[in-house]
């Protein structure tokens, strides 16, 4: 069986082979070209290696590179920081065996947290290291909806996102880069465990049903994101772009608070204001109505 850690690895090698040109690293393209990318032989050169040695990264097979080839291949794939320590990861993790047993329990969020998110008055989410909500406040509510709309299997960030009866979402102008930040957070949990069944129910789901993930999936982009923007698009306030942070939780590595601020007086912290309003006021409606 192909170590999944190896199999990872050589998919991500190939992915960044294919996204170089020959001109980006000064090779002549000469003659017909059966692949866009470098060829393998190519890349192999410019990393000093033989060609059967890289070809058997690529597939996967049994081969356990030394730092030395793996800071080679990092040189002539022209990899960012980011996408270095990524191939170290996946590297390292295949010189390993696989462990006997994984421990894949439930993700939980600490009381003392759940407190915090209730007082915060601005939106926050808890996230789960596969990009499940496990929890969020009533700010989040008036960007995201509430939480008991959603089976609980089905609050996930990227699950949500390639979700089509999640109206306007795709007309927002940056989508695409959006989905990708979340494809990336994705690649990296995926980096410290392959074969984690809900990484894996995720992945293939949106394989077999979106041709986009499809397609962001395969550049094998890595993102260990920390910060960025988002639109979020409200029906009855319109667009609203907001910052947004990440907090590692107390404890073992896994979930991370997730937090949306606007610059205060801004027009966007005028929106978020007016989207928090509405929603309290459809809250209070609501609980009249049942009680």
């Known amino acids: ?91 390292r993790a295949a010189r390993r065996p696989l462990p006997a047993a994984v421990d894949h329990g439930p993700e939980r969020v600490p009381d003392s947290t759940r407190r915090l998110l209730r007082v915060m008055d601005t939106p926050a989410v808890v996230l789960g290291r596969h990009l499940d909500v496990l929890a969020w406040n009533p700010m989040a509510e008036a960007l995201l909806g509430c939480p008991d709309d959603y089976p609980p299997h089905r609050l996930n960030m990227l699950l949500l996102l390639f979700d089509d009866t999640l109206t306007g979402e795709r007309s927002c102008p940056d989508w695409e880069r959006q989905a990708l930040e979340c494809i990336g957070m994705m690649r990296a949990a995926v980096a410290t465990d392959p074969t984690h069944p809900r990484a894996t129910a995720i992945v293939g789901e949106l394989s077999i049903r979106s041709a986009e993930f499809r397609r962001l999936w395969a550049r094998h982009d890595v993102r260990a994101s920390v910060s960025g923007t988002k639109t979020f698009r ?58």
């Open 234 to 291: 409200v029906p009855e306030v319109g667009d609203i772009v907001l910052d947004w942070d990440t907090y590692p939780l107390p404890g073992r590595p896994g979930p991370v608070m997730l937090v949306y601020t606007a610059e205060p007086g801004s027009a966007d912290a005028d929106r978020l204001q007016l989207a928090a309003s509405l929603r309290a006021t459809r809250s209070a409606l609501a609980d009249e109505h049942f009680s």
């Open 1 to 91: 069986m192909t170590h999944p850690y190896a199999r990872e690895l050589g998919d991500f090698l190939r992915a960044r082979r294919n996204r170089l040109r020959p001109h980006d690293v000064g090779l002549e393209p000469g003659g017909r070209r059966k692949v866009t990318g470098l060829r393998r032989e190519e890349l192999a050169l410019l990393a000093g290696l033989s060609t059967d040695y890289y070809q058997r990264m690529e597939q996967g097979r049994e081969v356990r590179p030394s730092d030395d080839v793996l800071d080679a291949l990092a040189g002539a794939l022209g990899l960012d920081d980011e996408e270095r320590r990524h191939l170290f990861t996946l590297a």
